[in-house]
């Protein structure tokens, strides 16, 4: 017998019907091809971005970073300490993809890290990309300024002028992309890092030329990191149970 005025415990859930809708679109965009490639430069653009705000944040200096057409991309940076820039880009990718899953969970947070995103993505494309239109990469320059410039500008829109659903799906949308994205990337790490006719340069063969730990090791460390913290935030923001008082 319950005394009176007390309230059973009980389970808060967030509404999930949008985030669900936005995580199965997430995984439809794979499947639309050119529809994708918009997404596709964000990822690039998270990722190069990682590099250099990690040479930053170590002391060092980022010159300029770089899309091209098939979805790579470059950053260029001087200095700083090279074991923590160096997976800067796919741990970056994945720990942002984390964040706006917990951010998600609010509609109200949702705008606003959209209004932040789009103001921070035009300010780092003018600052960073910009230089690559005046370097041997012209035309890879171009795309990378107009890409950064019209994505933050899509994204400073939404905040402003959407509904709180159209808003709140977007950033779903793009958590989820972007988690998606950042496991897709390092499976694809991994098999380079492990075939035998790689001739290019990965993060990973990087990171084992300073370190003389296989690519192989780096590639399989990235991923479990990966996986742990956007499963993490996963949990923490959709499945944790969440008791009312």
Excluded: C
Aim: aromatic share 12%; glycine share 12%.
């Amino acid at each position: 017998m319950q005394a009176s005025g007390m309230q059973p415990p009980s389970v808060a859930r967030p509404s999930s019907t949008i985030p669900l809708l936005a995580a199965v679109g997430a995984f439809a965009l794979g499947w639309l091809g050119p529809l994708a490639f918009p997404f596709r430069l964000l990822t690039t653009i998270v990722h190069e971005l990682g590099h250099g705000l990690a040479a930053l944040l170590t002391g060092g200096a980022f010159v300029r970073f770089v899309v091209f057409p098939d979805g790579s991309g470059l950053a260029y940076t001087a200095g700083g300490i090279p074991w923590l820039i160096i997976p800067a880009g796919y741990l970056g990718t994945a720990f942002f993809g984390a964040v706006l899953i917990i951010v998600g969970r609010s509609p109200r947070a949702s705008r606003i890290a959209l209004g932040i995103i789009g103001a921070v993505l035009v300010l780092l494309t003018v600052r960073y990309a910009l230089p690559s239109v005046f370097s041997v990469h012209i035309l890879s320059g171009l795309l990378t300024l107009g890409a950064g410039l019209a994505l933050g500008a899509v994204l400073l829109g939404v905040a402003w002028k959407a509904t709180v659903p159209w808003a709140l799906g977007l950033l779903n949308l793009l958590a989820f992309w972007i988690g998606l994205s950042a496991l897709s990337d390092l499976r694809v790490l991994f098999q380079l890092s492990t075939s035998t006719g790689m001739t290019g340069m990965t993060d990973a063969h990087a990171m084992a030329q300073i370190t003389f730990l296989p690519a192989a090791f780096w590639a399989i460390l990235w991923v479990i990191i990966a996986l742990a913290a956007l499963g993490s935030a996963f949990w923490y923001t959709w499945i944790r149970p969440r008791t009312n008082p």
